[in-house]
């Protein structure tokens, strides 16, 4: 039986639609997954406005980031799990908010974005989490972009 973290991925859409006043934020979608099978998806709307593409898409990496975390401390609890739990890797099909989290400072006006910015390095520093590109093709977590008749 493998227990390995294989892969653990994060898929972003941009729901923003200027001309409609009540679907102004975007979504955030990622999916866990340990040997093959998910354990941990989510999909919900962002708590702020975004005012970029790019700004949505480093939100749902650190919500994804935050779950990230929380599933490596929950691996380190269970006695009989690999030690030490290598950093998990996110796969993002943004290239620039994977610019942005490797970034060693951050140049930018919005607060909620630099909070955001210091959470990520951190994590990343810190060698619990580690950020790859991936296709949106290719992205596991893209059947979380449509709805369920």
Excluded at 75 to 104: F, N
């Amino acid at each position: 039986m493998d227990y390995t973290i294989r892969d653990i991925q994060l898929y972003y859409k941009d729901t923003v639609m200027i001309s409609d006043s009540k679907n102004t934020k975007s979504t955030s979608r990622y999916v866990f997954t340990i040997g093959g099978g998910a354990v941990s998806w989510k999909s919900s709307k962002q708590t702020c406005i975004a005012r970029f593409t790019m700004e949505s898409e480093f939100i749902a990496l650190d919500k994804a980031g935050e779950e990230a975390e929380w599933l490596r401390n929950f691996l380190e609890d269970i006695p009989y799990w690999t030690k030490p739990v290598p950093a998990i890797m996110i796969h993002c099909d943004s290239q620039s908010a994977i610019g942005r989290a490797q970034s060693s400072m951050y140049n930018g006006n919005s607060r909620h974005i630099r909070r955001r910015h210091n959470t990520i390095k951190q994590v990343i520093s810190s060698g619990i989490i580690s950020i790859d590109y991936i296709k949106s093709k290719d992205n596991l977590a893209y059947p979380l972009t449509k709805g369920l008749f």
